[in-house]
């Protein structure tokens, strides 16, 4: 973004003048609260640090001690529900397994209806659990689409490049670009789908996930994977899927679209300030290739909660309606390029609007599936909200990977769906 340290200096400034007018906690009494926050990128450690020092500065009568944790997921599934603090950050993903654990407090009528309201529809299906209720707010959503380097595609003879979900390439047309582009280049790779994360790790769950949303399929239906996951079209989608590796660069050094090796990425928003820095003018985002139920993507990102046995929950309350506020949300996705997660933060934002660089992350939310199957009338679809998510997220990508190094499609799909539905089956189908 331009000027982004002097929009930076000024959202802060922003927000302390905004937090000076607030009120003040109606537990009663000075108090402290703890909180946890995500050992994340710098800029993500700087804004939590800013925000809760401002916070801090504005509620004299709400002190809160800030902890970053390097491993929040492992912690707080190890932590005892007594033992949580009073707020805490965590990925958005697990939502289903800490309502259902009953680690998380409800957050209607707690946290204000506006700030909830505010919030784009994606981040509220995200943070809405199975029993209709709201267990948590986030700073920013998630962007996942293609990174395009508009001059390697040219010199590729590739110039009718799709920047809309309207407009995305079918799975076939993305494969010609792909023999294209890898004609054209020194490597003879076109793209990287970031193997550097691992595709087995769990990078699969939110990155290729889409490709069963986009053949038409949820990865769960009902509580069954069986049907779904393994349907004959998902497993064409990844056998298609799976012929792009012969066009992909392993991108050991993570940055073979920085340094143009490769015209296309298959990466997330948390790449654009690298790629604007390096790419420049010459990037573009480019929709996810349509395979037969139009494009798809992800959503949702890390999220705040408030812990169930808080005995602090209208301090803790008051603390994510102030960082949820747009003055300090664009303080901390000017730092880690994120989506904002209210609607009026993004409304504002010229990124975003038509003709902005990032305008098609927008698009895109705008679109959300919510907790629907996915249909040809949407667009973002969130991870399974379920306690049985670490578990899908952990055989899906395991099922990618195999299928990725050559292993049979529809062989390894109906074994990981069996395996879910197994895991389903043990566990009462999750129900309370």
Not at 123 to 133: F, H, L, M, W
Not at 156 to 167: I, R
Not at 183 to 207: C, D, L, P, V
Request: hydrophobic share 40%.
């Amino acid at each position: 973004m331009k000027n982004s340290t002097r929009i930076l200096a000024f959202a802060a400034s922003a927000a302390l003048a905004v937090a000076g007018l607030t009120g003040c906690s109606s537990d009663g009494g000075n108090q402290a609260i703890t909180v946890w926050a995500m050992q994340g990128q710098t800029g993500e450690v700087n804004a939590a640090k800013q925000e809760v020092a401002a916070f801090n500065k504005a509620h004299p009568e709400i002190q809160v001690t800030l902890k970053f944790v390097p491993d929040m997921g492992t912690a707080l599934k190890t932590t005892k529900v007594d033992a949580l603090p009073d707020a805490f950050e965590f990925d958005g993903e697990t939502l289903g397994a800490l309502a259902y654990a009953g680690k998380l407090a409800k957050l209607n009528g707690l946290v204000a209806d506006a700030t909830i309201k505010n919030e784009l529809a994606s981040i509220q299906a995200e943070g809405t659990y199975s029993d209709g209720n709201t267990y948590s707010v986030s700073q920013y959503d998630s962007g996942l689409s293609l990174w395009g380097n508009k001059a390697m595609l040219a010199k590729a003879g590739v110039t009718d490049v799709p920047t809309t979900p309207e407009n995305a390439w079918t799975a076939d047309e993305f494969t010609s670009v792909l023999k294209k582009v890898s004609a054209s280049t020194t490597g003879h790779k076109a793209i990287t789908f970031k193997e550097n994360y691992g595709i087995g790790g769990g990078w699969a769950g939110y990155a290729f996930s889409p490709i069963v949303n986009s053949a038409g399929q949820p990865l769960v239906n009902n509580g069954s994977a069986v049907g779904a996951m393994d349907a004959p079209e998902v497993a064409a989608a990844m056998k298609t899927f799976a012929s792009w590796k012969a066009y992909s660069d392993p991108d050991a050094d993570d940055s073979a679209f920085q340094t143009k090796r490769v015209a296309l990425a298959w990466i997330g928003h948390w790449a654009a300030p690298a790629i604007k820095a390096t790419v420049g003018a010459d990037a573009e985002l480019i929709p996810l290739p349509n395979f037969g139920m139009g494009t798809k993507s992800g959503q949702g990102s890390h999220s705040w909660a408030i812990g169930a046995k808080s005995a602090h929950q209208k301090a803790a309350a008051t603390f994510l309606e102030f960082i949820t506020q747009d003055a300090w949300i664009n303080n901390l996705t000017n730092q880690n390029g994120a989506v904002p997660a209210t609607t009026t933060a993004l409304a504002a934002n010229a990124d975003y609007a038509k003709g902005g660089l990032l305008a098609l992350y927008a698009a895109q939310l705008a679109k959300s599936c919510g907790s629907a199957n996915p249909t040809a009338d949407c667009v973002t679809v969130p991870r399974t909200i379920s306690p049985a998510w670490p578990f899908i997220n952990t055989t899906f990508s395991q099922a990618v990977q195999s299928i990725w190094d050559g292993a049979d499609p529809q062989a390894t799909l109906t074994k990981a769906a069996k395996a879910i539905d197994q895991d389903y089956a043990d566990n009462n189908g999750y129900k309370n």
